[in-house]
T-cell receptor, first 113, second 118 residues
Framework: AQSVTQPDIHITVSEGASLELRCNYS??????LFWYVQSPGQGLQLLLK??????LVQGIKGFEAEFKRSQSSFNLRKPSVHWSDAAEYFC???????????FGAGTTVTVRA | DTGVSQDPRHKITKRGQNVTFRCDPI?????LYWYRQTLGQGPEFLTY????????KSRLLSDRFSAERPKGSFSTLEIQRTEQGDSAMYLC????????????????FGSGTQLSVL
C-alpha cells in the first residue's frame, strides 16, 4: 500500500521568510515522489519530482525538496517566500501500477505581508 | 499545447439528478486519469484510460459512476442519481507516457469541475 502524510494542515509565513513543508510517505518499493501546488480555481501544477539519483531535487518557482529514505520523508523548501506562493501544496507518492498516485491531504500556505 | 480542459467549471444539481462532465486532454496524450478531491483532502484516484481502454476503476466509483473515452480522445464522467456525498471537485489529468518510466514524464491536470449536490 502507498500513503502520504502531510502533518501540517496550515502554515502562515511572512513574505521573504523561508518555508518548509513536511511530507512523510509509506511505499513498498523505491518511491517516486512529487510535490504539486494548487492555487484557488486552478488545477494542480507539478513543482518537482524525485525519480532517482540525487536526493536533492530542484523544481520550478525556486522550490527544492530533499528525499530522505531513512526518514521516509520528502520535505519541500523555499528560501524566500513571495506573496504569490500562497496556495495549497500536495505531496504525492507512486505510481502504483505505473500510473496511480496517492496524495496527501495538503498543506495550505498563507503569506503575510 | 492548450492544456487539459474541463467542462463545466461548476455544476449545481439536485439530489437524484444525473450529471455529465467532459475532459479534453492535451491532444497527443494517450493516457487520461480522473481524480476526485473533497474539501480538505488531496485528490483520490478514480479511473485510468490508456487510449480508449479503461484499465482501472477505483472502488470509490460506485455503479452510479461511469466513465468513457470514445476514440481515445476526450473523456466523459457521468454520475447517475447524484447524492450529496458526490459533492466534490472532479479533476482530469493526462500524460503522454508512463509516469513511472521517465523522469520527465508527468501528469497535466485540468482546473476541475466543482460539483455541488443540493
Amino acid at each position: 500500500a502507498q500513503s502520504v502524510t502531510q502533518p501540517d494542515i496550515h502554515i502562515t509565513v511572512s513574505e521573504g521568510a523561508s518555508l518548509e513543508l513536511r511530507c512523510n510517505y509509506s511505499y513498498g518499493a523505491t518511491p517516486y515522489l512529487f510535490w504539486y501546488v494548487q492555487s484557488p480555481g486552478q488545477g494542480l501544477q507539478l513543482l518537482l519530482k524525485y525519480f532517482s539519483g540525487d536526493t536533492l531535487v530542484q523544481g520550478i518557482k525556486g522550490f527544492e525538496a530533499e528525499f530522505k529514505r531513512s526518514q521516509s520523508s520528502f520535505n519541500l523548501r523555499k528560501p524566500s517566500v513571495h506573496w504569490s506562493d500562497a496556495a495549497e501544496y500536495f505531496c504525492a507518492v507512486g505510481p502504483l501500477n505505473d500510473y496511480k498516485l496517492s496524495f496527501g491531504a495538503g498543506t495550505t500556505v498563507t503569506v503575510r505581508a | 499545447d492548450t492544456g487539459v480542459s474541463q467542462d463545466p467549471r461548476h455544476k449545481i444539481t439536485k439530489r437524484g439528478q444525473n450529471v455529465t462532465f467532459r475532459c479534453d486532454p492535451i491532444s497527443e496524450h494517450n493516457r487520461l486519469y480522473w481524480y476526485r478531491q473533497t474539501l480538505g483532502q488531496g485528490p483520490e484516484f478514480l479511473t485510468y484510460f490508456q487510449n480508449e481502454a479503461q484499465l482501472e476503476k477505483s472502488r470509490l466509483l460506485s455503479d452510479r459512476f461511469s466513465a468513457e473515452r470514445p476514440k481515445g480522445s476526450f473523456s466523459t464522467l457521468e454520475i447517475q442519481r447524484t447524492e450529496q456525498g458526490d459533492s466534490a471537485m472532479y479533476l482530469c489529468a493526462s500524460s503522454l507516457g508512463v509516469v513511472a518510466a521517465d523522469a520527465n514524464e508527468k501528469l497535466f491536470f485540468g482546473s476541475g469541475t466543482q460539483l455541488s449536490v443540493l
